[in-house]
Protein backbone atom coordinates (compact mmCIF):
# COMPACT_ATOMS: atom_id res chain seq x y z
CA UNK A 1 0.00 0.00 0.00
CA UNK A 2 1.44 3.63 -0.66
CA UNK A 3 2.33 5.53 2.44
CA UNK A 4 1.59 8.97 0.49
CA UNK A 5 -1.93 10.56 0.30
CA UNK A 6 -3.47 11.90 -3.01
CA UNK A 7 -3.10 15.55 -3.27
CA UNK A 8 -5.31 18.31 -6.01
CA UNK A 9 -3.44 21.13 -6.64
CA UNK A 10 -3.06 23.55 -9.42
CA UNK A 11 0.36 24.52 -10.72
CA UNK A 12 0.75 26.48 -14.00
CA UNK A 13 -2.17 27.05 -14.69
CA UNK A 14 -3.42 23.04 -14.82
CA UNK A 15 -4.92 20.96 -12.07
CA UNK A 16 -2.54 18.14 -11.25
CA UNK A 17 -2.74 14.99 -8.57
CA UNK A 18 0.37 14.35 -6.56
CA UNK A 19 1.15 10.97 -4.01
CA UNK A 20 2.54 12.93 -1.43
CA UNK A 21 6.25 12.42 -0.68
CA UNK A 22 6.55 10.45 -3.87
CA UNK A 23 5.68 11.91 -7.11
CA UNK A 24 3.28 14.50 -9.40
CA UNK A 25 1.35 12.48 -11.52
CA UNK A 26 1.65 12.92 -15.51
CA UNK A 27 -2.12 13.96 -15.48
CA UNK A 28 -2.88 17.48 -16.55
CA UNK A 29 -6.51 19.02 -16.41
CA UNK A 30 -7.72 21.88 -17.51
CA UNK A 31 -11.06 21.78 -14.79
CA UNK A 32 -10.84 21.15 -11.16
CA UNK A 33 -13.66 19.17 -11.06
CA UNK A 34 -11.80 16.52 -14.18
CA UNK A 35 -8.81 16.39 -11.20
CA UNK A 36 -10.70 15.86 -8.29
CA UNK A 37 -12.33 12.88 -9.76
CA UNK A 38 -9.60 11.05 -10.81
CA UNK A 39 -7.54 12.05 -7.49
CA UNK A 40 -10.64 10.67 -5.69
CA UNK A 41 -10.52 7.56 -7.78
CA UNK A 42 -6.87 6.81 -7.17
CA UNK A 43 -7.42 7.82 -3.08
CA UNK A 44 -10.06 5.05 -2.82
CA UNK A 45 -8.16 2.53 -4.54
CA UNK A 46 -5.12 2.91 -2.75
CA UNK A 47 -7.66 3.75 0.70
CA UNK A 48 -5.32 6.81 1.81
CA UNK A 49 -6.76 10.31 2.32
CA UNK A 50 -7.62 12.69 -0.57
CA UNK A 51 -6.57 16.29 -0.35
CA UNK A 52 -8.13 18.45 -2.01
CA UNK A 53 -6.32 22.67 -2.62
CA UNK A 54 -7.78 25.59 -4.19
CA UNK A 55 -5.76 28.35 -6.38
CA UNK A 56 -4.03 29.33 -2.99
CA UNK A 57 -2.84 26.14 -2.26
CA UNK A 58 -4.47 26.02 0.75
CA UNK A 59 -6.49 22.95 1.94
CA UNK A 60 -10.62 23.81 0.57
CA UNK A 61 -11.44 19.43 1.24
CA UNK A 62 -10.47 16.11 2.30
CA UNK A 63 -11.63 12.65 2.37
CA UNK A 64 -10.27 9.59 4.09
CA UNK A 65 -10.79 6.38 2.08
CA UNK A 66 -8.73 4.12 4.75
CA UNK A 67 -7.37 5.44 7.34
CA UNK A 68 -9.99 5.54 9.76
CA UNK A 69 -9.83 5.05 13.18
CA UNK A 70 -11.77 2.71 14.66
CA UNK A 71 -12.12 3.49 17.84
CA UNK A 72 -14.18 7.19 17.88
CA UNK A 73 -16.72 7.87 20.77
CA UNK A 74 -20.26 8.53 20.31
Known amino acids: ?3 GDVETFHEDGVWRNRIQGHQ ?9 TDAVEVG ?3 A ?4 VEHI ?3 LDGRIM ?3 TYGHD ?3 ITG
Do not use: N, Q, Y
Open 1 to 3: MTE
Open 24 to 32: VLDDRFARK
Open 40 to 42: RDL
Open 44 to 47: KSLH
Open 52 to 54: IKG
Open 61 to 63: DRS
Open 69 to 71: PRD
